[in-house]
């Protein structure tokens, strides 16, 4: 037996370059053959996460970003009202201040709670948009995302310095805060609103200080701390 086994290993051991060189060309052809991302229906969830659709709806990326989480406050380009998408294709859940079965289900509530899409997303649209989401996440699955923190209220409104709040208004808030028109942009002029009623906007609380999220709850005290609200404050507010 053991003479048998090193004839056969002798054998494999001299086996012709030819022979070689088309077992790894064929199994790169399996390779190249593999099912991989339908290459248009990632750029049709593109365009429906990045565009302004139809000039009537605004786009994911008015309030979302897809830069991982421990990265995004260095590298994110803006943090709108809505936390980083990135995994969110990937997630064994998707847990924001509730939990939905996938991003697809969860974007279906965005579509038509704060796009005000009548009808939503169709399901093919909810697929293109997964399958992009896809291509911005890790391989390995990630498990539930925590829920939401509950933000404090700010108290003190003091202390602000207008030209800093101006540059972060442009960082923060001009993703909604700007005059297209679509369904959630909304002009936001200094000097036309009181400042802890800005404050009460901002961290998601009612005119009773009750907590009752809203579109701009995820900026928690992490997301945007007290110092940079009161700059905001101070260029916004009266």
Known sequence: MQRLASA??????RLPPAVSIAAAIGLAGLLWAAPGPDRKAVERGRKLFSDTQELMYPSCAQCHNLVPE???AERAAHLGPGGTLYGS?????????????????????CAKRWQQRKRGLSAAQ????????RT??????????KVQEQPKLLEDFEGGDAKK????????????HNKRDDAISVPLKPGKKRKEEIARKVRGYDSKRRFKPGSMSYFTNH?????GLRHILAYLGR
């Not at 056969?8 to 051991?13: G, I, K």
């Not at 997301?223 to 110092?227: G, Q, S, T, W």
């Open 8 to 13: 056969t290993r002798s054998r494999r051991s």
């Open 70 to 72: 421990a990265e995004e």
């Open 89 to 109: 294709a990937v997630r064994a859940g998707w847990r924001n201040l509730r939990t939905y079965a996938d991003v697809g289900e969860a974007a279906q509530v």
């Open 126 to 133: 909810r697929a293109d948009l997964v399958a992009f989401l």
């Open 136 to 145: 911005h996440a890790p391989r390995e699955p990630l498990p539930r995302r």
């Open 165 to 176: 709040g101006k540059a972060l208004f442009v960082k923060h808030c001009m993703g909604c």
């Open 223 to 227: 997301r945007l701390p007290d110092e």
